[in-house]
């Protein structure tokens, strides 16, 4: 299984902060990969795709970049709604797998 | 709008089979080409994709899980369901249903989950 890794777990910021999630992957994984966006009692939604594709209706202040093994999430000015905890997940090969996760709070 | 649902009990004892179904409004399960999905969120924890099923019935699992689970489609009702059994206290988490887009392994469309609690 390809394994990935996210960091920081948690990351405590202010609203209009700029703010970068990492994630890293066991192995290459060219461009196959997603981040998703969870809140507390939702299912996940999908930001962004193929490391740096965003999905119709996600604000510009998102985005992503990275290939192979090393890939980020970035948010350029934060809002309210963006605390939440963010997932990537490779889809190169099966089984997909998910990060453990980045938690966002307000600080 | 594609929408899904999950049902199914909410307490499962130990040693026993955990079943859930999920519900698609919005389209039709058998066309389109889309691949059905269960995906579990362990309490606090990240997440885990079980396995998934096409719209032809192909199924394919997790190594993880593939002794255990099976997945299966019931196109006249437009639902897909989960059985995994043998549950433990480790099979305690939300299980979300979620659309696998046709073309790459993103989940575009996810249920809202539902929580399933292995206990005796």
């Known amino acids: 299984d390809i394994q990935m890794t996210q960091s920081p777990s948690t990351l405590s910021a202010s609203v209009g902060d700029r703010v970068t999630i990492t994630c890293r992957a066991s192995?290459?994984?060219?461009?196959?990969l997603a981040w998703y966006q969870q809140k507390p009692g939702k299912p996940p939604k999908l930001l962004i795709s193929?490391?740096?594709s965003l999905q119709s209706g996600v604000p510009s202040r998102f985005s992503g970049s990275g290939s192979g093994t090393e890939f980020t999430l970035a948010i350029s000015s934060l809002q309210p709604d963006d605390f939440a905890t963010y997932y990537c997940?490779?889809?190169?090969?099966?089984?997909?797998?998910f990060g453990q996760g980045t938690k966002l709070e307000i600080k | 709008q594609v929408q899904l649902q999950e049902s199914g009990p909410g307490l499962v004892k130990p040693s026993q089979t955990l079943s859930l179904t999920c519900t698609v409004s919005?389209?039709?399960?058998?066309?389109?080409?889309?691949?059905w999905s269960w995906i579990r969120q362990h309490p606090g924890k990240g997440l885990e994709w079980m396995g998934y099923?096409?719209?032809?019935?192909?199924?394919y699992y997790n190594p993880s899980l593939t002794s255990r689970l099976a997945i299966s489609l019931d196109t006249s009702k437009n639902q897909f369901s989960l059985n995994l059994n043998s549950v433990t206290a480790a099979d305690t988490a939300v299980y979300y249903c979620?659309?696998?887009?046709?073309?790459?392994?993103?989940?575009?469309?996810w249920g809202q989950g539902k929580m399933v609690t292995v206990s005796s």
């Open positions: 979620a659309r696998r887009g046709a073309v790459a392994g993103l989940f575009e469309y």
């Open positions: 193929k490391a740096s």
């Open positions: 919005g389209g039709s399960i058998s066309s389109g080409g889309y691949y």
């Open positions: 997940q490779q889809y190169k090969s099966y089984p997909y797998t």
């Open positions: 192995q290459s994984i060219s461009s196959w």
């Open positions: 099923i096409y719209y032809s019935g192909t199924t």
